[in-house]
């Protein structure tokens, strides 16, 4: 394909342009310097000095302007191609995912790249660039965005709840005046900033957990195939049986506040949405191996607790007036989860006890692809592994580096493994036929004895 280059030069002026309005209204470059002029006196800070291509020029325009960006308005134009192009949609939803984990102690940068990015996916080139990356970068860049949203609304949630817990604790000696009143001034008055520091925390905690739990369940409608990689399922599962736990689960009522939108607190959407994330990976789950990762987190549930939380959620969401089927097929996903228990611990029981050298390191379960770190040379379940290289990028025995394509197969120990499974699976049927046969037996010996 021959490539205009002017009607190119013209393209990238015009991004030029509009950088070099976005740095002039933010501070860099001097009143009345022309858009090019600007970008190039920008580009000798060391946060700028990369402003050569297209692709960085793009990537300058959301590191430095992406707090005001909904104060500056892009020409015509620059909206147009942006909007049109492809090569640009690929470039600025990279630096957008890429950069809502870079900068993760930044709120309002954090927040305003994932509003960018839910209304971008409401553009249709931008939606079709973003499956693209999802497929393309399965096991890359998109993997650790997912994985970088599942570990920080975890933690969002988690210290929230942990700050409503202790906000309602001050609240209640606030109530109680006549104690109140006899505390010390400059108590009464610390213990005021608390709480006030507690209702800040709690609101931005939330909101950017409001806005990752958003972004799991619009993307997870089109894109699961990430989601339900050996790696990542059960962490997803986790997340989900988490939130599940904490909004239907016996303590829900201890998070009750008098003015939940105060604090975007919003329990019955966050409901609603988590349970969408559960059914949009149960029908993308071609292997049917959700279930079984749900039914593996221990923390939230055991085998009592498992359908009682779904059934408790469906009640919900009957009452919100969630879709009917969303709530049908979550119920089946519940069911199939308790099969999935059930069957595990079957299987569990056939293993009987497995050899130490069988056990992963850290999850202490049957390995099922072994593999050596190069370093250590310690040999763990890749998954496992895999998972751990998400978010550290050594090897957890040494800290030495470790990346996925330095994993070394433990092709005899798998060999071992796979055997030790089918011998105690043989093993397990030869019992069972043995016992059926001595049934038999008696029964036809107490026959014979009532006929005689």
């Known amino acids: 394909m021959k490539i205009d280059r002017r009607q190119e030069k013209h393209k990238l002026d015009t991004v030029i342009e509009f950088c070099g309005r976005c740095l002039q209204r933010i501070g860099f470059g001097q009143s009345g310097m022309s858009s090019k002029k600007c970008l190039s006196h920008s580009a000798s800070s060391p946060h700028l000095s990369n402003a050569t291509n297209s692709a960085s020029i793009v990537d300058l ?35 957008l995912v890429k950069y809502l984990v870079h900068f993760y102690d930044k709120f309002n940068i954090r927040y305003n790249i994932a509003e960018l990015l839910e209304y971008l996916w409401q553009v249709p080139s931008h939606r079709n660039a973003w499956r693209r990356i999802a497929k393309e970068e399965e096991k890359g860049v998109y993997l650790n965005f997912l994985n ?51 209702e800040n925390i709690i609101r931005i905690d939330m909101k950017l957990a409001n806005k990752d739990v958003t972004m799991l369940a619009f993307t997870s409608e089109q ?23 904490q909004l239907v689960g016996p303590q829900r009522k201890s998070l009750s506040l008098k003015d939940p939108e105060k604090y975007e607190f919003r329990p019955k959407q966050l409901l609603r949405q988590i349970v969408q ?69 079957g299987t569990e029981a056939v293993l009987g006890e497995i050899p130490d050298e069988f056990l992963d390191p850290i999850q202490y379960t049957l390995m099922k692809d072994p593999v050596i770190l190069p370093s250590s ?9 895999q998972r751990h290289l998400l978010s ?30 089918r011998s105690q699976e043989m093993k397990r049927l030869g019992e069972g036929l043995s016992t ?5 037996t008696i029964q036809t010996t107490d026959g014979q004895m009532l006929i005689d």
């Not at 996925?404 to 120990?413: A, R, S, V, Y």
């Open 148 to 198: 970088f949203l599942i570990n920080d609304s975890i933690y969002l949630l988690d210290e929230s709840l942990n700050k409503i817990l202790e906000l309602k604790e001050l609240e209640a000696e606030m109530a109680n005046t006549a104690e109140w009143e006899r505390r010390p001034a400059q108590e009464r008055q610390e213990r005021t900033r608390l709480f006030h520091s507690q």
């Open 223 to 245: 894109i699961t195939a990430p989601f339900l990689l050996a790696e990542m399922v059960e962490r997803v599962a986790s997340m989900l049986n988490y939130f599940l736990l």
């Open 392 to 421: 550290d990028s050594t090897d957890p025995f040494n800290r030495s580096h470790l990346t996925g394509d330095m994993l070394i197969p433990n092709t005899e120990l798998k060999a071992r493994i796979e055997e030790f499974i």
């Open 61 to 95: 325009v959301i590191t430095v302007c992406l707090e005001d960006f909904h104060e500056i308005t892009a020409p015509p134009k620059m909206l147009t191609y942006i909007n049109g192009s492809p090569g640009y949609t690929r470039i600025i939803l990279i630096i």
């Open 436 to 440: 059926q046969s001595s049934k038999e």
């Open 277 to 345: 994330i559960y059914v949009h990976l149960a029908r993308g789950d071609t292997e049917n191996i959700f279930p079984a990762a749900i039914s593996k987190d221990g923390r939230s549930y055991n085998d009592q607790s498992l359908l009682q939380l779904f059934t408790a959620a469906a009640d919900v969401l009957r009452r919100i007036g969630e879709d009917g089927r969303i709530i049908q097929e979550f119920a089946e996903l519940g069911a199939k989860a308790k099969v999935a228990a059930s069957e595990a611990m």
């Open 377 to 385: 040379r310690i040999t763990i379940d890749r998954p496992v592994i």
